[in-house]
């Protein structure tokens, strides 16, 4: 079986990261025994790109593992007359182009690829690191960071280029599966309408965010048996944690193996194996476990755990990349060498924060964030630190990527609450990381953002859009399914502080079929006014600051009033699925780990704006127009 990777990197317009990352790249799987095809500058045009695509195809048999990396900026390519836009990547040669000789790669063009290289082996792995949408252009605030995505969309010769393919592919060009091919693992460092970023380190080296995470953790997991889900959903987290609008996100047979055919459920059983005085299982840092979870370890090929069937029970004492180390608390028998570990209890995140400055001031703060049942320090090289305590003698800041969050504190009467800013900040990061679909399905639910001006409404991208601080916004939910919703939005500003703006309906706004949407913004009379923006008090005016949307649709009445932060106090015990995680991100309660009822089903959904105080509102940028 033979291993081929193809890295395609275009550092044009403005992008300094490409090179560094493809290089890390093509090291990662030198290591891993892939014979690697890197184009970089003009090895890297769109006849250069797509022939080493065409080239991985010919040589790829059925036994054979096989990449495809692509790292450069992405944008919309337009054919007028038919009212769309399509997704593209940026070969180093695009500005060479003209009406008949266009030179992007579409989305389209690159599927037909895909589909060709999945024919010949079904072992195909395809990884982006380029922004998904052409309408952003602000960072969150990291200095110096970019997105990696063209400005505007792009015309020339576009409407040619698309006759053209469908001449030269014929059938395989409309033979594309509209949903996606089901052989090949994609992933991608963003979502549909979000931005990918890259950014200065501290030596000043400009790299990929999802690329820099994607070859430290897939480093970390080496050869354990990890599928794509579980290393994508840890990947997602750490980015989200340096870039909250930056959510990466992964398609095809995501419990695969990376870069294998072999399949790892990540949700059942794992290896369980004697390790001196203790037991080492097969889970770590990278599939959610942490100190204090508590497994049932059963014999191999046990049903669904009950108390009569389970050896023993162990308790997480020490959690590594992929493995953990477990005391045994109950039990007597033999642990078989096929036995297996089920969880019974999960603990709580804990949020990792760093702290920079002199000591012994410094490790008051540090005894303080350890202190705290959801807050840890960051340990050393860690990415993703949530926040940095910066101490100066004997005054303490609180800082996130994009600068001072609040104003300086005196260690000795500012403590409590700075690890109270802390813990808010870490339930803000445990609400982005749960966004997704538990149960209630995203097409069930429509959500629109946008801004109003004179009455009038303008809708926003869910992500990228630039507000001033005399605009007003406004945000539609609607109904799109056939199950009654309970929809709750809440409003996380730069610091974390949760603010429920469905107040009015503690339970829930109901959207059922005789009340299908809701807009806030709305005033009873009908009128839409739209709802006021505020700069945080005491947070410097030194550029745009990240402000959210979080939609939460339960398919039950949930009081979830108790999240704002100025209690935080989620019921602890009972309550819905939602209500226990949610206690969990806020109190650090443990919760049980079986099943869920079948209507404590949930989606959350996050939309977002930079609020920038020196922009002007949108009404009058469209008076100016």
């Given amino acids: 079986m033979a291993r081929r990777a193809l890295i395609l990197g275009s550092q044009i317009e403005g992008l300094r990261g490409v ?42 048999g059925p036994d054979d593992a096989t990449v495809v990396y692509y790292c450069g900026h992405g944008y919309h390519a337009v054919v007028p007359d038919e009212g769309r836009s399509w997704q593209c990547i940026v070969p180093t040669d695009l500005r060479d182009g003209s009406v008949t000789d266009w030179r992007g790669i579409s989305a389209w063009e690159l599927s037909v690829k895909q589909a060709q290289l999945t024919a010949r082996t079904r072992n195909v792995t395809v990884i982006l690191d ?55 693992v994609r992933i991608v460092a963003c979502g549909q309408s979000e931005s990918a970023f890259e950014y200065p380190d501290a030596e000043g080296r400009y790299h990929g965010v999802f690329t820099d995470v994607l070859v430290d953790v897939l480093t970390r997991v080496g050869t354990a048996p990890v599928s794509w889900g579980a290393i994508v959903s840890a990947i997602r987290a750490q980015v989200l944690r340096r870039f909250p609008r930056q959510r990466p996100d ?50 191999a090929g046990a049903p669904v755990h009950d108390d009569a069937t389970a050896l023993a029970r162990l308790e997480v004492t020490e959690v590594f990349a992929t493995t953990a180390l477990a005391r045994r608390t109950t039990g007597d028998y033999q642990i078989p060498a096929k036995a297996i570990a089920v969880p019974t209890r999960r603990c709580a995140v804990r949020w990792p924060m760093a702290v920079e400055g002199n000591e012994p001031a410094r490790a008051a703060v540090e005894a303080a964030i350890a202190g705290s049942p959801t807050l840890r320090i960051v ?8 926040a940095t305590v910066r101490v100066e003698s004997d005054a303490m800041t609180i800082a996130g990527a994009g600068g001072a969050l609040f104003p300086q504190a005196p260690i000795a009467a500012g403590l409590d609450a700075v690890v109270a800013h802390l813990a808010n900040l870490g339930v ?34 869910d992500h990228g859009g630039v507000l001033g601080l005399h605009d007003r916004y406004y945000v539609k939910l609607e109904r799109r399914g056939q199950r009654t919703l309970f929809a709750h939005l809440l409003n996380i500003s730069a610091r974390g502080k949760l ?28 009128a839409v006014l739209g709802v006021g923006l505020r700069w945080p008090e005491g947070m410097p005016r030194d550029g745009a600051r990240l402000t959210e949307f979080m939609v939460i649709a339960t398919l039950r009445v949930t009081d979830l009033s108790g999240l704002e932060t100025r209690e935080l106090a989620v019921t602890r015990n009972g309550g819905t699925q939602l209500q226990r995680v949610l206690a ?42």
Wanted: aromatic fraction near 4%; hydrophobic fraction near 40%; proline fraction near 5%.
């Fill in 130 to 184: 380029c922004c998904h949408s052409a309408q952003l252009s602000r960072s969150d605030g990291v200095v110096g960071a970019m997105p990696r995505a063209l400005p505007h969309p792009v015309h020339t010769g576009f409407a040619h280029h698309v006759a053209a393919l469908r001449a030269t592919y014929g059938a395989a060009f409309d033979a594309v599966d509209p949903v996606g091919d089901p052989h090949a």
């Fill in 584 to 625: 969990q991100l806020c109190n650090g309660a443990y919760r049980g780990a079986g099943a869920a009822d079948p209507l404590d089903g949930f989606l959350i959904k996050r939309c977002s704006v930079l609020l920038d105080p020196g922009a002007p509102s949108a009404g009058e940028l469209e008076s100016g127009q």
């Fill in 19 to 60: 090179h560094y990352d493809t290089q890390r790249m093509a090291a990662m799987l030198d290591a891993r025994g892939f014979a690697v095809d890197l184009r970089i500058g003009m090895d890297a045009t769109r006849s250069g790109m797509l022939a080493g695509y065409d080239q991985l195809i010919a040589a790829s």
């Fill in 428 to 461: 803000a990061q445990g609400l982005r990381e749960l966004e997704g679909e538990h149960g209630v399905l995203a097409s069930e639910l429509a959500i629109e953002l946008g801004t109003v001006h004179d009455g009038r409404t303008r809708q926003l991208p």
């Fill in 379 to 386: 340990q050393p090289g860690e990415l993703g630190a949530l």
């Fill in 250 to 299: 992964i398609e095809g047979p995501v419990r695969r193996e990376p870069f294998s055919l072999a399949e790892h459920d990540d949700d059942a059983g794992v290896a369980v194996a004697a390790a001196g005085e203790q037991f080492r299982l097969a889970v770590g840092q990278l599939t959610g476990a942490a100190v204090g979870d508590v497994y049932a370890v059963l014999p």
């Fill in 499 to 526: 603010t429920l703006l469905t107040h009015f309906a503690r339970g829930g706004v109901v959207l059922d079929r005789h009340h299908p949407a809701v807009l806030i913004g709305q005033r009873a009379d009908g």
